[in-house]
């Protein structure tokens, strides 16, 4: 069963009715396939899970695409309503504010920060943005109080910082972090690729295959990161580069002495369009 709803006041009043636990898959719309993996997963392990779709204004810059990122609610519903045949017994409502006061009241507004994972990599290059994440999200979680949450690990940071944001508050929630899913050329799904041209998509492969690039040099071994790091600055010389750099996968400190596994990050812009990757290996 599939039940849209769009005020706060009707998911306040659904949620009471819910006895069991229940996962949440929270989203900005414009749904592709990685978007329905997280659902899918999430019906696996609950019989009603809550999906938000809300284009939040506090993620954007000034300089940002909030006007124009897509609103397609119609094709949306649509995609999720092909996954929710696939689990009879089950129950996804839909939470689709069109106004952003549902989720945000004018009166008793508060931001909610995470420090020191926020002012790196995405924090440095779009200042305030992970503030209106957790501001969002820790809203949303307010609300529907998930037993578990499902994010994709594309937004790699933003996974991190959600979960610290979780341990440091001791939410009684799970964040679970679902692997990438790419296109058969190798680039990651993104709402945003669709603002790209055909031969832009070939272009932006080089992000994808510089991370494996880079984790192939690795190899597994700590001893070949400064051969690593070397390369990385050769292939930042593309001037598309945001950033590409190597991290401790857990605290994405810049300090690998003591890492055991490690995320290798990277954004590459193409015109307007930020387009971020990453991939993760062990060392020793």
């Keep these: 069963m599939l039940k849209l709803i769009d005020t706060t006041s009707e998911l306040q009043e659904l949620r009471k009715q819910e006895s069991a636990p229940v996962g949440f898959v929270p ?51 649509n995609l999720i309503e092909n996954s929710v045949k696939k689990f009879p017994n089950s129950k996804v409502i839909v939470y689709a504010p069109k106004d952003p006061a549902e989720v945000f009241p004018e009166i008793g507004g508060h931001t909610v920060s995470v420090l020191n994972l926020t002012g790196i990599l995405e924090g440095e290059k779009r200042p305030g943005h992970f503030d209106g994440v957790t501001t969002v999200v820790y809203r949303l979680f307010e609300l529907i109080r998930p037993k578990r949450a499902f994010f994709g690990l594309k937004d790699y940071q933003q996974w991190a910082v959600i979960k610290k944001m979780v341990n440091d508050l001791l939410l009684p929630i799970e964040i679970i972090g679902m692997p990438i899913i790419r296109e058969d050329s190798g680039l990651a799904l993104s709402s945003r690729n669709q603002y790209l041209t055909s031969e832009q998509k070939k272009i932006a492969l080089i992000l994808s295959q510089s991370l494996r690039e880079i984790t192939s040099l ?48 990277g954004v590459y812009k193409l015109g307007s369009t930020r387009l971020l990757d990453n991939l993760q290996t062990e060392i020793k």
């Design 218 to 265: 690795i190899s597994g071994k700590k001893e070949k990161i400064k051969e690593a790091q070397a390369t990385i600055q050769k292939i930042k010389a593309d001037p598309h580069w945001d950033y590409l750099e190597i991290r401790d996968a857990d605290t994405l400190s810049s300090d690998l002495t003591k890492s055991n596994k490690i995320t290798i990050l």
């Design 27 to 77: 989203t900005m719309g414009n749904l592709h396939a990685g978007h329905i993996s997280l659902l899918e997963e999430a019906l696996k392990e609950f019989k009603t899970v809550y999906f938000s779709i809300f284009v939040n204004p506090k993620q954007f810059g000034p300089n940002e695409d909030f006007a124009r990122y897509p609103r397609t609610l119609k094709e949306d519903l």
